[in-house]
């Protein structure tokens, strides 16, 4: 009997392991997997808590968030579905992608459109800096991304639009 129970108890735990860990996907990119918002998780902030260091978070057509409380992983890629269908809405606190100790390098974000309703998209201290396909949407005339201490940084095929850099 105790073999049983004790089965019983494995098969369980391995269940209820399985009914919490996100589904994700393989990336054919060269990053590890793809966590899709909505799908995966519900928000930008979900995939990154849920996220390790070279995974995709890719994000549906449709209005998202992210502010202050959104922790980017190292090799992290933040993509949409085109600057047309995917817009990430930063309120009043903007986003600081910040790398301490050399922890967050290789970010990528690209193929969205960027809405600055406050403090920019500041971006600081990376080795490996990719934006690309986006459009950058500022209110009268505000900073939309301040970029310092970047290393290797490319900027491609990107607009800025009611803004600065």
Do not use: H, W
């Not at 459109?113 to 005339?141: H, M, Q, S, W, Y």
Request: proline share 2%; glycine share 12%; hydrophobic share 40%.
């Amino acid at each position: 009997m105790k073999g049983i129970d004790l089965l019983r108890k494995a098969l369980i735990v391995l269940i209820l392991a399985n009914a919490l860990t996100v589904s994700v996907s393989f990336a054919d990119d060269g990053s590890k997997y793809i966590i899709k918002v909505p799908g995966d998780c519900r928000t930008i902030k979900e995939a990154c808590d849920r996220s390790l260091p070279g995974d995709t978070i890719l994000l549906g057509k449709g209005e998202f968030t992210a502010g202050p409380d959104t922790i980017f992983k190292g090799n992290t890629k933040l993509a949409g579905q085109g600057a047309d269908k995917t817009i990430l809405k930063l309120g009043a606190d903007g986003l600081d992608v910040v790398s301490v100790r050399r922890n967050l390098n290789n970010f990528t974000i690209r193929d969205l459109t960027v809405e600055i309703g406050g403090r920019p998209l500041a971006i600081n201290g990376l080795d490996g800096l990719l934006l690309e396909n986006c459009i950058f949407k500022g209110k009268n005339l505000s900073t939309c991304i301040k970029i310092s201490s970047v290393k290797n940084a490319q900027i491609l095929n990107c607009d800025i639009v009611d803004g600065g850099y």
